[in-house]
């Protein structure tokens, strides 16, 4: 008769592993003997070598004790199962290494790859690492609130970077994340904003921005975001009220 760590060691086990199976009822545990040890016969040895075998192959422990008992057909029946089973769980972990091979850094996360190419773009135009990231964060709420707009919306925004004012206004915009914003810079910065919400309106972009983002909840997140990001923020809103606009993330010609 055999002791727990000598069943163990025949069974190829650890002593760990055999009291975790007799606590979930795979392994029936002896009675003790008149010294008060809990001793194993080969009978022991042999189901705790096919437990083993099983666990070891990839059957989850929840489904060991129907093997152990099943007749060949229901044997082979759930086998097929447990297979087809650890297909798809090797395919979702594949797609999960995709996805991390993708992120390639910290910066990149949540990031669509539209979104991402956009960044680059605002990176090789000039745009300060700052500006860049407090984009990016933006992005992502948008994208993860409205990710079905994201293709068209970005595909507008990479269009504008031909025109040399959105190129202006970054390179102005940048200028205060690295400075501390003096009033020639806001107004210079709130002139030409004035004048491209303008533009906006008269093409019928700007009423087209609720169908972009309808959700009103959602654009005062945006909005309290972009506040918190710079000071200067909040005073470029107020000079462009000023200037008879309202709103940030989404604006609007405001009524006399």
Do not use: C
């Not at 060691?9 to 007799?22: N, Q």
């Not at 769980?89 to 996360?109: D, F, P």
């Not at 206004?169 to 003096?182: D, F, K, N």
């Amino acid at each position: 008769m055999l002791t727990i760590g000598r069943l163990a060691s025949y069974a190829g086990a650890s002593v760990r592993a055999v009291r975790h199976y007799h606590q979930i009822g795979l392994l029936p545990e002896p009675e003790r003997d008149a010294s008060g040890y809990r001793t194993y016969d080969a009978a022991a040895v042999l189901r705790l070598i096919r437990i083993r075998t099983l666990a070891e192959a990839g059957v989850p422990l929840a489904r060991v004790r129907e093997l152990l008992d099943a007749d060949p057909e229901t044997f082979a029946a759930a086998t097929i199962e447990i297979d087809r089973e650890l297909g798809a769980r090797i395919r979702t972990l594949q797609e999960h290494r995709r996805r991390v091979a993708r992120l390639g850094s910290v910066e990149s996360l949540a990031v669509p790859e539209e979104v991402a190419g956009y960044l680059d773009r605002l990176r090789a135009i000039g745009a300060p690492s700052a500006l860049v990231e407090a984009e990016r964060d933006a992005w992502i709420l948008l994208a993860a609130r409205y990710p079905e707009t994201i293709p068209s919306v970005i595909a507008d925004k990479v269009a504008q970077l031909a025109d040399p004012r959105i190129l202006r206004l970054y390179q102005l915009i940048g200028r205060l994340t690295v400075e501390s914003g003096s009033d020639d810079l806001l107004r210079e910065i709130a002139d030409l904003m004035s004048d491209l919400y303008e533009e906006a309106a008269a093409s019928g972009d700007l009423d087209r921005q609720n169908e972009i983002m309808p959700d009103r909840a959602f654009i005062r997140l945006l909005d309290s975001f972009s506040y918190a990001a710079h000071p200067a923020v909040a005073r470029l809103g107020k000079l462009l009220a000023e200037r008879g606009w309202t709103g940030w993330s989404q604006v609007e010609k405001r009524k006399p």
